[in-house]
């Protein structure tokens, strides 16, 4: 199996689990009806293992753009192999979204809310503030990328790692991610609202266009940050485009604050 089919295998197993259980929480009419964020979040973290486990030894099962990218700023992937993984990713998650649309056929025009509907596709903020919701994908996806180059620096029974890394995503979620949804991949939110776009979708909305821009540009800063920093840290290892992505990142944490403290 080539790379590209694995990462959209692995991709597409995330939306269909993880997309799958907020479907289940939120739609109306499903047995699993207001289960709640911990319902949502375990089964996020559950849906990358399960990926992992799936497609690991075939492409490393990176699943995320940012992930991908970030790997490639700290020479630890090739980028002309980028492009290839990325398409895969974002082909993946969109049928994937596509499955989770025809599995709860009926639930679509039993849920009246199109914010609702949107909500199973792709991330929203809880409260939108353009500065403070980048912020919040910027950190969230600094410590995933953290996290993971620190999981990769420890010696694991075989088979355990797709394990941890779940209990990562958990770990985010259940602390970060009630902001905005915790996308932390691009891919995990841009192809379900290409989906979401396109779909017949009983009832359907907007696909909050204006918002679509914070889910892809904070996971990708946040993750190259992370990378770097703890190759910075850990390995003695400094590439100049940390500094650059810091002084991005900084300027949103600066844009963030000012933004608050007028409007309180």
């Given at each position: 199996m080539s790379v590209f089919l694995g990462e959209l295998i692995g991709?597409?197993?995330l939306l269909i689990f993880g997309s799958?259980?907020?479907a289940g929480?939120?739609?109306?009419?499903t047995k699993a009806e207001s289960a709640g964020w911990l319902v949502i979040t375990s089964?996020?973290?559950?849906?990358v293992t399960i990926a992992i486990y799936a497609v690991g030894s075939i492409?490393?099962?990176h699943l995320n753009p940012a992930v991908t990218i970030s790997l490639a700023c700290a020479g630890d992937f090739s980028w002309s192999q980028v492009p290839l993984y990325i398409s895969g990713q974002f082909v993946g998650a969109f049928l994937g979204a596509v499955v989770v649309w025809i599995h709860y056929l009926p639930h679509w025009k039993a849920t009246k809310d199109p914010a609702t509907q949107l909500a199973v596709f792709s991330t929203g903020p809880a409260i939108r503030k353009t500065w403070a919701n980048l912020l919040s994908e910027i950190i969230g996806t600094f410590i995933l990328m953290f996290g993971l180059s620190a999981i990769g620096a420890n010696k694991f029974s075989d088979g355990l790692n797709p394990l941890v890394i779940g209990g990562l995503i958990v770990a985010i979620g259940l602390s970060l991610g009630a902001t905005t949804g915790y996308a932390i991949n691009p891919a995990r939110d841009l192809g379900p609202r290409i989906a979401h776009f396109l779909l017949p979708i009983a009832g359907k909305g907007s696909s909050d266009w204006g918002?679509?821009?914070?889910?892809?540009?904070?996971?990708?800063?946040?993750?190259?940050a992370g990378a770097l920093l703890y190759k910075a840290l850990f390995k003695q290892e400094i590439y100049p485009i940390l500094w650059i992505v810091a002084s991005l990142i900084l300027v949103v944490m600066v844009l963030a604050v000012v933004k608050e403290r007028k409007e309180s």
């Open positions: 991709t597409m197993l799958g259980v907020v929480v939120i739609l109306k009419g089964g996020w973290g559950l849906a492409s490393g099962a918002y679509a821009w914070i889910p892809v540009v904070g996971p990708v800063l946040g993750g190259i």
